[in-house]
């Protein structure tokens, strides 16, 4: 990945973990589009992000890491894909779920695109019936009897 790029989305996870908006905002290109699949959520601009980014802090107070094994599979100057970990606890209401006060660790994957030197987008693919399960609610019922499931 081109060393600037790089940098920009080092300095882009700083400020979003430091839960600094203004410096989260300042790495995106104005025009930015984040999309979040399994919600189906979709922000634009710098007004979308912002309320993306508190939607994620207030009810998550949530911060990312890369956990082990997971890793970059592509880097280009056009987009970044990579696995990372969402670590956080449940302290606001979340799709009609009230706040649990339950920790989390959630896998996801993200796609970053790139438009003249800032982030023009990110692209989220989660587990969300995984993510409701450790904050207290249980969206399939059904799951809990299968005999081979891993906890979640």
Sequence with gaps: MNP??????RRHLEAENAHD???????LHPECAFEDFATGQRWRGHAGAADHYRQWWDTFDVEVRRGPGQRPYVT?????????????KH???FLGVPPSGRAFVQPFVVILTFRDGLMAGERFHYDLA?????????????????????TA
Excluded: C, K, M, N
């Design 76 to 88: 280009t100057d056009e987009f970044y894909v990579a696995e990372a970990t969402w670590h956080g």
């Design 4 to 9: 600037d790029l790089a940098s920009l989305v």
């Design 130 to 150: 995984s993510l409701l399960r450790q904050i207290g609610a249980d969206p399939i019922p059904a799951l809990g009897g299968l005999s081979h499931r891993a």
């Design 91 to 93: 302290v606001g209401p």
């Design 21 to 27: 908006l203004d410096g989260t905002l300042a790495t």
